[in-house]
């Protein structure tokens, strides 16, 4: 029977062609269905591992050299397996030649140095001197030194030189960021003192007296522990080496990693599954049509009385065999192709081989179960089928969607969106050739033959509907991953566009924004490129960003110069002073306080606060007040020569004083100010007339009085939603005294502030720095740039004194985007989708070539009909099966995505951005209208070549 059957194969090789491809293709999309996951797995645990602090990559456990159970840990930890166990011994000493050292004991520190001269220390009274730092230690030909510990409370000098250490070795570390030397900054810039560790042995460590030795051990997992993200495994092992769990960084790290392996093992079957099926259904369509084809040859065995089974090998053998051979095959191929282990592809592979068996048995039991009579029918018998298909695909989509709803994207919850999309499919391809039946008749009446015909073998066929469905499940399969890359890649671009800021940002060290801001000025005066922002300290809440919204062009934010006009201070006139001196003329008479009627000569003082154009702002002292008028001069800084602004005045009051002060003019070499009214204190409003504080001070206390181009209160903008206490932001004027501070005030709200997302507050660093007369605390300075900067600023920054501690890239972050679990599962599901057109293109070029030689287009060419018209029929049919399922298949991925678009990986993470329903049409006209093309030109290739025998 195995020989009949191989023959049978060879002589019809080009028939059984398509089922060889299909079984070839489903093999090998299962195999790839299983490696794809793993693999990109490992590739995201890499890139997470690589970015993450040194800290969170290893455990630490400490303790003291007077510790026995820290003793009996450090011998149990060495037995511990898939951990690397480094021990620590370290102690500071002083000696001959330096100040300050940290000696060391490190396991197998000779295998991660070089020797510069001598060798290693292996002894009890060797150390080894650190290379750079050598002339820093004065020795001169000194081979020994002396070395006492150094504590808080002094130096322990006891035995410091009665047992000398030698020198036996000079190195430098082969590499001072190996993960091997730990988080501690072993190898730190030189400084005053020695800051690279003397290296040596725990006997060296006991000859210099010392009370507590500093003992550490570093766990170090190995890779493959690191990156399975199963941090249990980790507990485990803990636990059974009876090892205290340390409070470290590497749980969340490994909880990261697990999730994101979660991920993609979930995400990927999403559409890798429905293919599939595709491809199933596709060579249950090839299968049967071949049996339909050879139906008379199946029945004479039937009627000579063969049995069952023969009779089935005889139908089914041929496909059979190309299913068990080259399905394992398909899947063989993409393993060798391949870096990833073979055990999970290879039971993939079995699951399709049986599941392509199914579908093949499943297409020869019509014919099996048929009688004799209707087994020898050249054409058989229409019977409408019972729906199973549709009825059990709606069933299962309803499901999906009630989980999905739930809030479990587990399970068939992941496939909501994939068995809508397909119930809508079958359903409508039950439908639509029902309602087209109606019309052959009329058609064909009406003289319409060609599409008479069409319509008769569309409707008129099984395969007609099958291919329907097929075609629009297909097209549906297309429009939803065409759909998902869309908006995931819009989504994206967007987050990472507000997560950076700008196209480039530079992070400064340093809490003083003046010279920054200053610098920024004079490079890009017209504000083209360049914004200065700092983050201001808070004591928690949202966190607070100050930038420069005088130059709202150079921001990537549409809604930029808006903000601007609501945060930015209207130009009040500043108060200039100019030339070498300042003079004020005052009132000062003073109050009795708590039972104290004169405060005595210094209980009062006034200061100037001038700032010069770099923004720094000086204080002037003009001394100490008199009662009654008087007025002060000082001289002014010499940045003031060309002019300075008025920052603010302030006077500073002894305890348990008071005194009422009236401010009648300042003056310089530009004049003199005497309309003071527009002055006033923090938080207070402006007054007219002259400027008159009573100053009452139960403490030292300062009184500050603010020009009038400082505002009152500073205008916000705060995300929405945040509550009353979260807006209740303060800063102290000069943050000299807690008591003199400066508030916001909403000016408005955005659902999202760049770099802080839906949780933040943006004020104007210019109004904010004069409100509070350069009084703001920043954690950190940025430079925000376009991407029409000098690549070359970071290094004019640091030439002019700043010290560049970050340099973040828009371009770089998109790219470490495109290696996001989600951009990754889109990527092998579009491989899916273009792998279901072609299993598509396969089928329907198939059932072309078929159709032109059936039987009943045989009996329309004797009773007249052209083989030009019958081909013209065929070829109608097929692109009118093409046309109807681009729509059904666009129609169910809307439906589908309106419904379930939850259940597709668009995102791995939380957005700042509000959910985008519908991406840009190109994203998904494009690959459609490509799909689209290629079907119809291979139905027309089909359709007019062929072999001269067809009937047609």
């Known amino acids: 029977m195995i020989g009949l059957t191989l023959l049978l194969v060879r002589e019809r090789w080009r028939s059984y062609l398509i089922v060889a491809w299909l079984a070839a293709v489903i093999g090998a999309l299962a195999a790839a269905g299983a490696l794809y996951p793993p693999s990109v797995a490992d590739r995201v645990a890499e890139d997470e591992v690589r970015v993450a602090s040194l800290s969170s990559r290893y455990l630490t456990l400490g303790g003291s050299a007077t510790s ?100 036996v070795g000079v190195y430098a570390p082969l ?152 399905t394992p095959a398909g899947a063989a191929v993409v393993v060798a192709s391949s870096d990833g282990p073979g055990g999970p592809a290879a039971v993939a592979a079995l699951y399709a081989t049986l599941a392509a068996l199914a579908f093949v048995v499943a297409a020869g039991f019509p014919l099996i179960r048929a009688r004799v009579t209707d087994a020898l029918r050249s054409v058989p018998s229409r019977r409408p089928g019972g729906g199973v298909a549709e009825v059990a695909l709606t069933a299962l989509a309803v499901a999906a969607l009630l989980q999905l709803r739930s809030g479990d994207r587990s399970g068939l919850g992941l496939y909501a969106a994939t068995l809508s999309a397909a119930a809508v499919a079958v359903l409508a391809a039950r439908l639509v050739p029902l309602l087209l039946r109606r019309l052959t008749g009329p058609v064909i009446r009406r003289g319409f033959v060609t599409t008479g015909v069409a319509l008769a073998l569309f409707t008129r066929r099984d395969h007609g509907r099958q291919l329907l469905a097929l075609t629009g499940l297909t097209i549906a399969l297309l429009a939803l ?40 000025g004079a490079r890009d005066p017209q504000g083209r490129y360049a914004v200065v922002v700092g983050r201001i300290a808070t004591t928690g809440g949202p966190p607070v960003l100050a930038m420069d919204l005088s130059r709202p062009d150079a921001l990537r934010w549409d809604r930029a110069r808006q903000v601007a006009e609501e945060l930015v201070a209207p130009a009040a006139p500043a108060v200039r002073l100019v030339g070498g001196t300042v ?93 003071l009214g527009a002055w006033h204190r923090p938080r207070e409003s402006r007054h007219a007339g002259a400027l008159t504080v009573g100053v009452i001070a139960g403490a030292d206390e300062v009184t500050w009085l603010l020009p009038p181009d400082a505002v009152q209160s500073v205008p916000a903008v705060f995300t929405a939603g945040q509550s009353t206490s979260d807006r209740a932001l303060a800063w102290r004027v000069r943050a000299k005294h807690v008591t003199s501070v400066v508030t916001a005030t909403g000016a408005g709200e955005e659902p999202v502030l760049p770099r802080l997302g839906n949780s933040g507050t943006i004020v104007d660093l210019v109004t904010a720095y004069r409100a509070t007369a350069g009084g703001l605390d920043f954690t950190a ?152 093309a290629v079907l119809a030109l291979a139905v027309c290739l089909v359709s007019g070549l062929g072999r001269r025998s067809a009937p047609v």
């Open 583 to 675: 003079s004020v003329d005052l009132d000062l008479a003073p109050r009795s306080f708590r039972g104290v009627a004169d405060p005595g000569p210094e209980a009062f003082r006034l200061s100037v606060s001038v700032e010069d154009d770099r923004y720094f702002v000086a204080d002037v002292d003009l001394g100490a007040l008199r009662p009654g008028r008087s007025t002060y001069t000082a001289p002014l800084p010499g940045t003031c020569a060309v002019g300075c602004r008025v920052a603010a005045l302030s006077v500073s009051a002894a305890r348990d004083t008071g005194a009422d002060i009236t401010v009648h003019s300042l003056r310089s070499a530009a004049g003199a100010v005497t309309d």
């Open 481 to 520: 991953v065409s759909t998902a890359v869309g908006i995931s890649s819009t989504g994206r671009k967007a987050q990472a566009t507000w997560e950076s800021g700008a196209a480039r940002v530079l992070t400064i060290r340093g809490n003083e924004a003046g010279p920054l801001l200053a610098w920024v």
């Open 68 to 167: 026995d159970d820290f003793t009996r840990v450090v011998t149990r930890a060495r037995t511990l397996p898939r951990f690397t166990v480094i021990y620590n011994e370290q102690i500071p000493v002083v000696g001959d030649g330096f100040e300050v050292a940290q000696l060391l004991h490190r396991d197998g520190a000779c295998a991660h140095i070089r020797i510069i001269a001598g060798r290693c220390p292996v002894a009890g009274g060797e150390v080894a001197l650190p290379e750079p730092q050598l002339a820093r230690l004065k020795l001169g030909d000194q081979t020994a030194i002396s070395l006492g510990h150094l504590t808080s409370a002094g130096w322990v000098t006891r035995g410091l030189g009665e047992q000398p250490v030698g020198i």
């Open 175 to 326: 590499d001072p960021a190996e993960d091997y030397w730990g988080s501690r900054s072993l190898f730190g810039a030189a400084t005053d003192l020695l800051s690279w560790p003397m290296l040596t042995v725990p006997a060296t460590l006991g000859t210099v007296p010392h009370p507590v030795t500093n003992r550490s051990m570093d766990l170090m997992p190995d890779h493959d522990l690191l990156i399975s993200g199963d941090y249990a495994e980790v507990r485990r092992l803990l636990a059974d080496a009876r090892i205290g769990e340390p409070d470290t960084g590497m749980r969340a790290l490994m909880d990261r990693i697990a999730a994101k392996r979660r991920y993609t093992s979930l995400m990927t079957p999403v559409v890798v599954a429905p293919v599939l099926a595709l491809g199933l259904w596709a060579l249950l369509i090839v299968v049967g049509s071949h049996l339909r084809r050879d139906r008379q040859e199946a029945g004479v065995p039937a009627l000579r009385g063969l049995p069952v089974l023969r009779r089935w090998w005889l139908m089914l053998g041929a496909p059979v065999l190309l299913v068990v051979v080259l």
């Open 781 to 932: 300075l940025e430079l925000w740039l376009t991407a029409e900067a000098p690549d070359e600023i970071a290094d004019q920054l640091t030439g002019a004194g700043f010290r560049v501690t970050g340099d973040q890239r828009l371009a770089d972050v998109l790219r470490a985007e495109e290696l996001s679990p989600a951009v990754l599962t889109l990527r092998m599901h579009r491989v899916a989708a273009v792998v279901g057109v072609g299993l598509l293109i396969s089928t329907i070029g198939f059932a072309v070539a078929g159709a032109r030689q059936a039987p009943d287009l045989a009996a329309l060419r004797a009773a007249g009909l052209s083989r030009r018209r019958l081909r013209r029929a065929v070829r109608l049919t097929y692109l009118a099966v093409l046309a109807l399922g681009v729509v059904v298949g666009v129609g169910a991925a809307a439906l589908a995505w309106l419904v379930a678009r939850a259940a597709l990986p668009t995102t791995d993470r939380p957005s700042w951005l509000p959910e985008q329903v519908w991406p840009e049409p190109s994203t998904v006209l494009l690959p459609l209208g490509v799909a689209v």
